[in-house]
């Protein structure tokens, strides 16, 4: 056993890279949220927007949840689906006596606009109430407080609120994971910055600005991203909130395979047409970056050791690869923590090391779709 320069130099580069990859890393950074709530400042009226996008089924078991939030300030729901979908006007009749129910429809084909997002306008237009809060028929709110805590983020210098929304425990671990991972992207951005687009289908806006500022106008031809582009297009530096208070989760019901594919490849072509991209994928590309060098050289440090004998390299090797993959465990459970959710921590270390070919697979698959698919402006 010896110690020269090239052991010294290789352990050092070895060290560096480890600690650069953990902290390059998604789950490594904090995201900031107010330390303290104003109590001085009244809750507004709520508005609740549900797409109910022929999912009739999974509205039904969930406008109760929604029905029996602990809002004091008072909220109202407006459903918007499609006219002549007769179990929707059934869903609906069900609860009838709820006075704080509405309904609007859109018609069964839509030629400038995708149903999505004139489900999302007719339905901000529809609200009576300056703050909305939308989302779709599949997501269910964790608690009878989500509004509340939504609620207690607003001020007069918010004119966005963003909460978390995941699948629901009985989804594949791995997509929640991707879901997870995505949300630390863009939570951050938010509270550092000025927000990119969503964490999915929980946000809270102003109708006032989304009527004075044309609503969709500017990206009218994307059949995808009816949250992703209000995020975008009306967000300000440093004027929105963010929410971590579990109260304040919506959890969406386990897509099918088909479902999810198509999740992906939309979020593909949406994400490419987003404003402020440009530093969001070279975050995503340093980040990946860092993990596979560091594995990669960590590998090939333990292999030249083996071979030339420097064992102390070995060592070092070794106990930077224990180090790597303990701490990026331990960094994605403390987010699982704060979101609720619950991985196993021995699949972290693969799910992560698994992304590259995961966006490569999306980005395949993207390539592949007919990109008809994404516009309304068919030709």
Same mark, same amino acid.
């Given at each position: 056993m010896f110690i020269d320069n090239i052991t010294i130099i290789i352990s050092i580069i070895v060290l560096l890279l480890t600690i650069a990859s953990v902290v390059a890393n998604p789950f490594f950074r904090s995201i900031k949220t107010k330390s303290t709530k104003d109590t001085t400042i009244e809750l507004p009226p709520l508005t609740v927007v549900v797409l109910s996008q022929n999912n009739?089924?999974?509205l039904d078991k969930h406008l109760p949840l929604i029905f029996s939030q602990d809002y004091a300030p008072g909220f109202e729901v407006v459903v918007v689906g499609e006219k002549g979908d007769l179990d929707l006007e059934?869903?609906?009749?069900?609860?009838?006596?709820?006075?704080n129910l509405y309904a609007t429809y859109i018609p069964k084909r839509s030629l400038f606009m995708s149903k999505p997002k004139l489900s999302a306008s007719l339905g901000i237009k529809a609200a009576h109430n300056d703050w909305i809060i939308m989302l779709n028929a599949s997501c269910a709110p964790a608690s009878d407080k989500w509004l509340q805590t939504i609620a207690e983020s607003i001020d007069s210098n918010t004119n966005i609120v963003l909460g978390y929304s995941n699948?629901?425990?009985?989804?594949?671990?791995?997509?929640?994971? &991707?879901?997870?991972?995505?949300?630390?992207?863009?939570?951050?951005?938010?509270?550092?910055? &000025?927000a990119y687009r969503s964490t999915g289908a929980n946000i809270a806006f102003r109708r006032?600005?989304?009527?004075?500022?044309?609503?969709?106008?500017?990206?009218?031809q994307h059949v995808y991203g009816e949250y992703d582009f209000i995020i975008n297009k009306f967000a300000r530096p440093y004027s929105t909130a963010i929410t971590l208070l579990p109260d304040s989760f919506v959890h969406n019901d386990c897509p099918t395979k088909k479902t999810w594919t198509?999740?992906?490849?939309?979020?593909?072509?949406?994400?490419?047409?987003?404003?402020?991209k440009a530093l969001m994928h070279l975050s995503y590309i340093t980040d990946a970056l860092f993990m596979y060098i560091n594995y990669a050289v960590i590998i090939t440090t333990?292999?030249?050791?083996?071979?030339t004998g420097r064992w102390i390299a070995l060592a070092v090797a070794a106990l930077c690869l224990i180090a790597t993959i303990a701490l990026r465990i331990f960094f994605v459970?403390?987010?699982?923590? &704060?979101?609720?959710?619950?991985?196993?921590?021995?699949? &972290?270390?693969f799910y992560e090391l698994s992304l590259l070919w995961f966006y490569i697979l999306t980005k395949l698959r993207y390539i592949r779709a007919d990109k008809h698919d994404f516009s309304t402006h068919k030709i």
């Open positions: 009739v089924e999974a059934a869903v609906l009749a069900k609860y009838a006596d709820n006075k699948y629901k425990d009985d989804v594949k671990p791995y997509r929640r994971f &991707i879901r997870l991972r995505e949300a630390c992207y863009y939570l951050r951005t938010a509270a550092h910055g &000025i006032s600005e989304f009527i004075s500022g044309d609503g969709y106008r500017g990206n009218l198509e999740y992906c490849i939309a979020n593909s072509h949406v994400g490419r047409h987003l404003e402020r333990g292999v030249f050791a083996v071979l459970k403390r987010k699982c923590n &704060i979101f609720s959710e619950h991985l196993s921590a021995w699949s &972290i270390p």
